[in-house]
């Protein structure tokens, strides 16, 4: 049997979640509460596992009335822009496992195949660190122009 860590157990629960609904509202307190785990450790997942190069973009409202919204990006072959999200989120700067991230969702929704997912990944990673800014910055610009070309040729 595969033995899980709780972030991976509240991963798992929260995707199922999105399964069934394109969008969830959740209250960071009680979703601590039904895994017997602090506040923080629910952030974590959030922060870590539901970000846009993984597909998902995270609202949130602080307070007692407060939520986190999670919402699945969807991204469509046929539309003009693969992902008007991503380029504005990554124009800072792109770790190459965030570059790899989004690679897998645009294989996921059928964009690119599995083979240029790889041949892009292996152009990615630069120089293997991906410490640098000027170096996560390139990788923006280049993930950039990946999403551009493919745009792109949808058109054509």
Do not use: H, W
């Not at 294989?107 to 410490?131: H, P």
């Amino acid at each position: 049997m595969e033995n899980k860590n709780m972030s991976d157990i509240i991963e798992d629960y929260l995707k199922e979640l999105l399964q069934n609904e394109d969008i969830i509202e959740i209250k960071r307190a009680e979703i601590a509460n039904q895994f017997n785990c602090v506040p923080s450790q629910i952030n974590y997942v959030i922060n870590t596992r539901f970000t846009v190069p993984k597909g998902y973009r995270v609202e949130s409202k602080r307070g007692g009335g407060g939520y986190i919204r999670i919402v699945k990006v969807k991204l469509i072959k046929y539309k003009t822009r693969i992902c008007e999200e991503i380029p504005d989120m990554i124009s800072n700067g792109l770790t190459d496992s965030d570059a790899f991230a989004i690679l897998n969702e645009l294989q996921d929704n059928d964009i690119i195949t599995v083979r240029e997912k790889y041949l892009l990944n292996s152009a990615f990673k630069l120089t293997g660190i991906s410490r640098s800014e000027e170096e996560k910055l390139l990788r923006a610009n280049m993930m950039i122009d990946v999403l551009e070309r493919l745009t792109y040729e949808e058109q054509e």
